[in-house]
């Protein structure tokens, strides 16, 4: 399995609070991404990252921000969460071939 | 632009049976990638094949066979002899950057299998 893991696994959270993801690899991939996953629309592309310092956004970026100083490590955050982030958010890593995807992070916004 | 239909949204089949899992894409690029993932009950997602646009050759692995055709943009999987450990959400994707190898996700199929 790829050395992909997410911070925290579950949380909830209230609206208009800020709160941050963490994907941290141990691959040393260039490439990150983050995803949400929504029923009845599979996996979207929130932002993603081509280096340190380097990201840039996907399909659903409104609300989001994201931050990636070390290789490792790709943050994503809601600066003020809404019902409407309420989901499951997916770090992956690419070898240039292949996503590889975390384990998943369950967010509830009430 | 670029879409991945998933039109089966839930499949149940009886433990044994073979099943077809169906994915159109739409692209206009000539080079693409397409994949299938795998997310079981517990929520991971699992890469199960990759496969270029220039390789249309069919692929087995164990019980799993994947059809690629260009000419209908399909590129469907089947399970032979199901199992109930099949039981997942199945998602196909494409891409179509390789720069930035951004996935496009189709909405997925959920497979039941009953013993």
């Known amino acids: 399995d790829a050395g992909i893991t997410q911070s925290p696994r579950h949380k909830v959270t209230e609206t208009g609070t800020p709160v941050t993801l963490r994907c941290h690899q141990t691959e040393n991939h260039r490439y990150m991404y983050w995803y949400r996953q929504d029923p009845g629309h599979g996996l979207r592309l929130i932002h993603y990252?081509?280096?340190?310092?380097?990201?840039d956004k996907g399909e659903v970026s409104d609300g989001y921000s994201v931050s990636r100083s070390k290789t490792e490590d790709f943050l994503l955050t809601l600066e003020s969460a809404t019902s409407s982030q309420t989901s499951v958010y997916f770090c992956?890593?690419?070898?240039?071939?292949?996503?590889?995807f975390g384990p998943g992070t369950r967010l509830l916004v009430l | 632009a670029q879409k991945v239909t998933q039109a089966q949204t839930e499949i149940s089949v009886v433990e044994k049976e073979d099943v077809t899992l169906d994915c159109v894409y739409e692209?206009?690029?000539?080079?693409?990638?397409l994949f299938w993932y795998k997310q079981p009950p517990s929520g991971e997602l699992v890469f199960l094949i990759r496969r270029n646009s220039f390789d249309e050759q069919n692929e087995i692995s164990g019980r799993y066979s994947w059809n690629f055709q260009k000419s209908t943009s399909s590129f469907n999987f089947t399970i032979t002899a199901s199992q109930v450990v099949d039981s997942a959400v199945y998602f196909c994707?494409?891409?179509?950057?390789?720069?930035?190898?951004?996935?496009?996700f189709g909405t997925g199929t959920r497979l039941q299998v009953f013993p």
């Open positions: 994707a494409l891409i179509v950057s390789y720069n930035t190898d951004k996935l496009i």
């Open positions: 992956a890593i690419s070898d240039r071939e292949t996503q590889y």
């Open positions: 692209t206009r690029d000539t080079t693409y990638y």
């Open positions: 990252s081509y280096g340190v310092k380097d990201t």
